[in-house]
């Protein structure tokens, strides 16, 4: 059985005998040209003068039929079969096979002797209303009339109930015996049959009228017409074409050329460029008629004629058959006679190098150089673009109706100005959007995961102010609003982003710069400076204000600071003061179409909080950030945790420095709960991880939860992705000794996100024995669990970046996090690798003495060999380090304690004997 595409139908193309050799290419050239999707059902062979294909309808058919003088016929293909007598047996089981596709049989030589249509194809084609005949053709062998007409009666048991019909019938089906392609050699029983309905004809009856009997000029090499049409198949020759023959002889070949559409008989010179350009006669009468009116212009290059020069030159070409009137102002024809002196005015030929004759169609458009000349333009500035350079600009970057375009370095905006005339929604950099940070995280750890996802999504910006780790927002220039929602959708660090319309040191100064902006009209952005670099001076165009303030648009304004808290009497005074905006929509303080926000910055000091702001800022807000990640993924309503399950928030961010997209696959050698694979498969990525501790993998480890006794069946990595949706990504984890390697050496990850054990609430472990000489019976070795032995940190971390570097992908990302004690760090102490380039260097605060680092490393160079143990690579000794200094920490805090309470008793008892005494 074979299932067959719906779409799809079978097909008999029937050749004919002669030029056998030359069939395949023809068809081929003809398919190829037309773009034509093409299925053999059997592989063509020369020794059979058909092919059976499968296509996509029957306009294909007709497409192909249309071009090939070596197809008789092609037939929508009902059965097929070895004798007539199966082929009876085959249709018949047509009109039952109601399965709506094929059904093919094999045979021992590879040949269906079972071929079944299904019964829509000949319902369709038998009804009432078409009329019909049957046909009856064979290959190699000759039939009577009174044969054909026997051979079509055996076919009454199909139903055709239409009208028969001899000439030009509605349908035509056609009954095929193929009796080999040797006529002395003949065969009583024919080797295929076939039937079918006609679907369309070759160009065989090019052969009569493309005769060279027929032709009025021919010479003794004139090419048999057959041959020259079947060579401008092969040469693929199609309306429009330029196609030279340059042995042209008496032109048999230009013949069948311009039969499918070949224009131009071109001829060669001695230099290579063709003297000879003659069109076809077509071109020229078709323009030249009674009813069109004309005018000659003549138009030279590097040199002029006189108005007299010009009309002698326009009386040479009165052979022509111009019959129309002559009209001097908008002519319905305008024929061109141009000559080339060449690109030197000062060394002008006395002749032209070239001259040449047309039809004149259209001018381009030099009229643009005057009408946005920089002369009438209202506004430019000293570094305006000439006209003329920006229209070619534009046209360079192929700017079209529709397109959103960018000048980050806008100015007076002429590129702008060309840009808009092609139909281009344009836009300057000028405009400025605010990116307000949350304060939970250090503001380093903010960008570098902002700089991560800028650099994934691959949106180009430009920073207004250089980012301060002191100010929780950045001021940037972005191309669209797109940008930022998308730069939105994957920060859990940006709380919100607003279209920044104003921003000043002083409320009464923002105030100011507002009203400014409502009369600015400029189109661009009025920025001053202040002493310290700050702008207090930002006024926007007043497009931007009234575009979002119209009487169809809700709005509501919103307060926000940061560092300082306001009443809800406060907030409604602040928002009261804008009411000089023309806000004259309805305000909707749930889903309004426009949000407006004007923020207060206190600096990041709690406790030393300004009484005035350091800085106002006003705008539209855009898009907020992925904070509501934090809860969403908290581990509080995790399914599975563990002792050192990651931070919800610290994944996400990990995950966006390791820039995961949808379809990456990540690993995580040091899975534990598996909270990291949780942040990127939200990210669209399929997760892998790998650890040492079975019973952790299998849930099996104490509850974490205050209270809970044992776990639930629920407890697993796979369940904390069920959980959020994204088990459809979980790959799986496995049980693995990190130190020994027992992956393939091909197997490539597009990034490793990880946060190896630092032996403080976790074991430092790998599979290893301490005594020597240490053998196990075989009768142990079935239920054997390996011995571990300490993993060095400065191990892991060797192991971690050689792993890295063999098994990421070019360009990929290993984030992890690296323990130091704070006042021993050095940045020559982080590990290195020569593949690896460290990108991204945060530190999280433990606590006074220990602290961890947030690594990114991007994998820069292949084929570089595994890295011996770097001395330098991991605290030695942290775990004891660590824990050596929290004791030796409390036990001074219990002396300085004690001291206290010693100082405090002797003053007391120095203080009863005073008063005794």
């Not at 710069?513 to 952005?525: A, D, E, M, P, V």
């Not at 990034?751 to 024995?769: F, H, L, N, Q, S």
């Not at 805090?893 to 100082?903: P, S």
Request: glycine share 6%.
């Amino acid at each position: 059985m074979q299932n067959e595409d719906k779409m799809w139908r079978r097909y008999l193309m029937w050749f004919a005998q002669e030029h056998v050799d030359f069939r395949h290419a023809e068809m081929q050239s003809i398919i190829s040209l037309l773009n034509i999707p093409v299925k053999f059902v059997e592989k063509p062979c020369i020794q059979k003068p058909y092919w059976i294909v499968e296509l996509p309808s029957e306009d294909c058919v007709r497409k192909i039929a249309s071009r090939s003088v070596l197809m008789k016929n092609c037939i929508e293909l009902w059965s097929r079969a070895r004798t007539e007598a199966q082929l009876h047996v085959n249709l018949k089981n047509c009109l039952k096979n109601s399965t709506g596709r094929w059904i093919v049989g094999e045979n021992k030589n590879g040949i269906s002797d079972t071929c079944v249509c299904p019964k829509e194809l000949i319902e369709s084609s038998c009804t009432q209303k078409k009329s019909f005949k049957v046909e009856v053709e064979t290959f190699c062998k000759h039939f009577t009339m009174k044969e054909k007409v026997e051979k079509i009666e055996t076919f009454s048991y199909l139903p055709l109930v239409g009208p028969v019909k001899l000439k030009n019938p509605d349908v035509t089906l056609a009954y095929l015996e193929f009796y080999g392609v040797d006529p002395n050699d003949v065969p009583e029983k024919p080797y295929d049959v076939f039937f079918g309905k006609w679907i369309a004809d070759g160009q065989r009856d090019l052969i009569q009228v493309h005769s060279l009997k027929k032709r009025q000029f021919i010479g003794n090499t004139s090419m048999d017409a057959q041959l020259a049409i079947i060579m401008a198949n092969q040469a693929q020759v199609k309306v429009g074409d330029v196609v030279l023959d340059p042995f042209v002889g008496s032109g048999s070949l230009l013949v069948a050329a311009a039969h499918f559409g070949g224009r131009w008989i071109v001829g060669e010179n001695k230099n290579g460029i063709s003297d000879t350009c003659v069109c076809p006669k077509e071109l020229i009468e078709s323009s030249c008629t009674q009813k069109k009116s004309f005018k000659v212009e003549v138009e030279t290059f590097c040199k002029h004629f006189t108005m007299k020069e010009k009309v002698e030159k326009i009386e040479t070409f009165s052979y022509l058959p111009l019959v129309g009137p002559v009209k001097l102002k908008n002519p319905d024809v305008t024929l061109a006679y141009l000559e080339f002196y060449g690109v030197d005015p000062n060394d002008v030929p006395e002749k032209p190098y070239d001259v040449f004759f047309g039809k004149w169609i259209a001018d381009g458009q030099r009229d643009l150089i005057q009408v946005h000349s920089l002369k009438k333009r209202q506004f430019i500035g000293n570094t305006s673009m000439d006209a003329q350079l920006a229209i070619i600009m534009a046209n360079q970057a192929q700017v079209k109706v529709g397109d959103v375009v960018l000048d980050p370095f806008v100015g007076s905006g002429s590129l702008l100005v060309a840009a808009a005339h092609f139909g281009a929604y344009v836009w300057g950099s000028d405009i400025d959007y605010l990116m307000l940070h949350a304060r939970t995280r250090p503001t380093r750890v903010g960008q570098k995961e902002m700089q991560s996802i800028i650099s994934l999504l691959n949106i180009p910006v430009k920073f207004v102010e250089k980012p301060c780790i002191q100010k929780p927002y950045w001021i940037v220039e972005l191309p669209s609003e797109d940008c930022v929602r998308k730069i939105a959708s994957r920060s859990v660090l940006m709380k919100n982003c607003i279209e920044l319309w104003s921003r000043a040191r002083t409320e009464a100064q923002l105030h100011v710069n507002l009203k400014n902006c409502l009369k600015n009209s400029t189109g661009r952005w009025i920025v001053g400076e202040n002493k310290n670099g700050i702008s207090d001076t930002c006024v926007c165009p007043k497009e931007l204000i009234e575009s979002s303030c119209t009487q169809k648009k809700s709005f509501k304004v919103e307060v926000e600071t940061f560092c300082k808290h306001f009443t809800m009497k406060e907030k409604v005074e602040k928002i009261e003061t804008f009411s000089y905006l023309p806000l004259v929509g309805p305000v909707k303080l749930k889903n309004p179409d426009v949000t407006l926000a004007y923020l207060e910055f206190y600096g990041v000091d709690p406790n030393d909080v300004p009484e005035k702001p350091y800085d106002v800022f006003f705008g539209k807000w855009i898009a907020d950030g992925q904070r509501d990640l934090i809860q969403v993924h908290s581990l509080k309503k995790r399914q599975f945790i563990g002792n050192t399950s990651m931070d919800a928030q610290l994944a996400i961010i990990m995950a966006n420095q390791a820039q995961v997209k949808v379809g990456d696959v990540v690993l995580d050698p040091f899975v534990g709960s598996g909270s990291l694979l949780v942040a990127a498969a939200h990210f669209g990525a399929y997760v892998w991880g790998s650890d040492i501790d079975y019973l952790m993998l299998h849930a099996r480890t104490r509850p974490t939860r205050v209270g809970q006794k044992i776990r639930t069946k629920e407890e697993s990595i796979r369940g904390n992705m069920r959980q959020y949706g994204t088990e459809s990504r979980y790959l799986d984890v496995v049980v693995s000794d990190f130190s020994l390697h027992n992956w393939r050496s091909d197997l490539k990850f597009d990034a490793i996100i990880t946060d190896p054990p630092y032996g403080v609430r976790e074991p430092t472990e790998k599979i290893g024995i301490e005594r020597e000489n240490y053998t196990i019976s075989e009768e142990q070795l079935a239920n054997h669990v390996p011995s571990k032995v300490e993993y060095g940190l400065s191990h892991i971390y060797s192991d971690l970046l050689n792993f890295a570097a063999n098994h990421l992908e070019m360009g990929r990302r290993l984030v992890c996090w690296y323990p130091l004690v704070r006042e021993e760090y050095q940045e020559s102490q982080l590990p290195s690798h020569p593949c690896l380039k460290l990108v991204g260097n945060s530190e999280q605060v433990l606590s006074k003495l220990a602290a961890r680092r947030l690594l990114t490393y991007e994998k820069v160079q292949d084929d570089a060999p595994n890295m011996p143990l770097d001395p330098n690579a991991g605290v030695h000794n942290f775990r004891e380090k660590y824990f050596t200094m929290g004791e030796m920490t409390r036990r001074e805090r219990k002396e300085k304690r004690a001291g206290e309470v010693a100082a405090y008793l002797a003053s007391k008892m120095a203080a009863m004997r005073d008063d005794v005494t």
